[in-house]
C-alpha cells in the first residue's frame, strides 16, 4: 500500500507517467418488452422482464494527474485481451522511458501475458515499458482506474445495453469526452494518512507503529 501511495504523491514526470489500470466487466442486456416512450414530466419507464446477451470486459487505463484516458471494450478478458491493451497504453506515451502502472495481482496482469502472446523479442521491448505496482489483495480502492468506473457506471453503464457494439460505441464516446475534458483526480490519502487511520493494522504487525496513531 505505501509503495502505491508514495507513487501517487510523486510530481508529475512525463518520462515517468503514472497510471491506474483494471478491469470491468459489462453484461448485456436487452428489453423483452419495448419500454415507455418518455414523456415531460416522467421518467422512462420499462418493464421489469429482459434477457442476457452474454457479457464483455471493458478495459480502462487513466492517468490521474492529466486526466489521459485509455479505454477499450472486448469480448473476453484473456492474455490476449490483456496484451493489446497494454500495446495500445505503450503506444500512446512514445516518449516515456517508463510507464509506472498500478494495477492489481489478476492472474493476467503480468508480463507473463506478453510471452504467451508476442514472440519472445517483441513480448521484452513490451515489457521494459512497463514498472509495474500493484495493489495489496482486497485494496481496490486504491487504484484510481475504479473512481473512473464509477463515474462511467453513473452516466452510462446502469443502463440496459444489449450489443456489445452498442456498449463499445457510448462507452468509448463518453472516455472521449471525459479525456478531452481533462478530468483529473485529485488523490488525497498519503502514507502518513494511512499510518494514523489504519494504525490498528499497523500496530498489529508492529507494535513500535503504535507512535503513528495520533500524528
Known sequence: ???????????????????????????????????LSMQSGSVRKEHYQYEK????SLLLAI?????????????????????LFMKKVADAFPEAVKIRLVQDNLNTHNTGSFYACLDAEEAFALSERFEFFYTPKSASWLNMAEIEFSALAKQCLHRRIPTLEKLRTEVLALVKERAEKQLKIDWQFSIQGA???LNKSYSKVNSGNLKFENT
Do not use: H, W
Request: net charge neutral; hydrophobic share 30%.
Open 53 to 56: 446477451n452474454g457479457s464483455c
Open 1 to 35: 500500500m505505501e509503495k502505491v501511495l508514495a507513487l501517487y504523491s510523486l510530481a508529475y514526470d512525463a518520462k515517468y507517467p503514472v497510471l491506474c489500470f483494471d478491469e470491468r466487466p459489462c453484461f448485456l442486456i436487452g428489453d423483452l418488452i419495448e419500454p
Open 195 to 197: 499510518r494514523t487511520k
Open 63 to 83: 492517468e490521474p494527474k492529466t486526466g489521459k484516458r485509455i479505454a477499450e471494450v472486448y469480448e473476453r478478458r484473456t492474455m490476449q485481451e490483456y496484451t
